[in-house]
């Protein structure tokens, strides 16, 4: 199983640990596990940090910046289990019947299923613990593509393997260098796709940005003709000036109720243009006097106005 770069040693051990416990007990087995270390680039160089590291020349932290150090080593931390088919009684140590759902033809493939999707799990709730943003998918390209997940295109790497990679210089190179490229060719892909992906974001997101405005502009006009309708309608003087005041998408000009209730009579148009409205600075404004003839009324509704209201009438 492989192991994130990411993860310190000691979240590597508790998500193998939790896993092989996790498997004990779903099917009552045995389990034994153990984590091995990247490969070094450099045969010589391992040997002599592996003998650093054994005589106490340098220490654990050292030594695992060394092994996840990718110009020294292929940072392939993984673990192998070991699992009995077969129960095991863990009073006595003798193992009994045999776990037949792990190879039966028609359940092995679904416990294997969920034996990866639990390592997915674990995986990720480890490396978001640990403040990473990497994450593991066990799904394969085709899937992730199908999904939405992922551009189509995408090409599996060849496993080079544990014989190429520890044998002679005809198959390591080779295969490294395929590897390589497809790798190169996948980036670019990926950053096609997440480009491609973004833009396409960003046209949604102004759409959505316009129409949300014409809605609140007709939405306004709307209530600026409720408004204009209410003042006309008004049966008395006292419900005109109420109906003036209440108003928030009419604009009162310098001058009486009676003023205002003639324009609105009139028919001509009364609405604040939109974006017109003035901004103020509350500390520094000053209201003006209580003597004067018409006083400015200041109503906040998100933004600051000022609000030009006659007192007379």
Not at 27 to 40: E, K, N
Not at 98 to 114: M, W
Not at 182 to 195: C, H, L, P, V, Y
């Amino acid at each position: 199983m492989a192991l994130p770069a990411e993860l310190p040693l000691s979240e590597m051990r508790r998500v193998v640990h939790g896993y092989c416990c996790n498997l004990v007990d779903r099917y009552g087995l045995a389990a034994q596990w153990v984590i091995h270390t990247p490969r070094f680039h450099d045969r010589d160089d391992g040997r002599r940090v592996e003998r650093l590291y054994r005589q106490g020349g340098i220490d654990q932290n050292s030594y695992l910046a060394i092994l996840s150090d990718p110009e020294r080593t292929n940072r392939n931390f993984h673990a192998h289990i070991l699992i009995s088919n077969r129960q095991m009684d863990h009073d006595t140590g003798t193992f009994a019947e045999k776990i037949r759902c792990l190879d039966n033809i028609k359940t092995g493939p679904e416990e294997i299923r969920n034996m990866r999707d639990e390592w997915e799990f674990r995986t990720n709730a480890a490396l978001k613990r640990n403040g990473s943003k990497a994450r593991v998918d066990l799904r394969s390209y085709g899937e992730m593509a199908a999904a939405g997940d992922a551009p189509k295109g995408l090409v599996a790497q060849p496993h080079i393997g544990p014989t190429a990679s520890h044998g002679t210089a005809l198959y390591y190179p080779v295969r490294a260098k395929t590897r390589k490229k497809i790798q190169n060719d996948n980036d670019g892909i990926w950053t096609t796709w997440e480009q491609r992906r973004s833009l396409e974001r960003e046209r949604a997101r102004l759409q959505a940005s316009e129409r949300i405005a014409a809605e609140r502009e007709e939405e306004r006009k709307a209530e600026a003709a409720a408004e204009k309708r209410k003042i006309v309608d008004a049966a008395t003087k006292q419900e005109a000036q109420a109906a003036v005041n209440d108003a928030v998408h009419i604009s009162s000009p310098l001058g009486s109720f009676a003023d205002v209730i003639a324009m609105a009579q009139s028919g001509e148009k009364m609405e604040m243009p939109p974006g017109e409205d003035m901004e103020i600075d509350l500390e520094t404004y000053e209201p003006p006097s209580s003597t004067t003839p018409f006083h400015n009324a200041i109503k906040v509704k998100r933004r600051t106005r000022v609000r030009v209201r006659s007192r007379s009438g």
